[in-house]
């Protein structure tokens, strides 16, 4: 499987301001947060098939999504 486009998310609320992206390369599933304007930190886990690094993908889609995090192009 290709390399999956990053997906941009931010959350914006009172005094949160944060930012946070995920993407997919092969078995690696990669986020990278932060505070909006900063580097943030990256995270990547690795899965032994890309069937477990989509369901993993998918799963934290969710739980950011059902935070309110929306998704918004890149600054």
Do not use: C, H
């Not at 930190?41 to 098939?49: A, G, W």
């Amino acid at each position: 499987m290709a390399a999956t486009p990053k997906r941009y998310f931010e959350f914006v609320d009172g005094t949160s301001n944060k930012f946070w992206e995920i993407w997919m390369d092969g078995t690696d599933v990669t986020t990278q947060w932060g505070k909006i304007g900063t580097d943030g930190q990256t995270k990547t886990k690795s899965f032994d098939s890309e069937e477990k690094a989509k369901k993993e993908y998918d799963k934290l889609l969710k739980e950011k999504t059902g935070k309110g995090y929306t998704e918004k192009k890149r600054p």
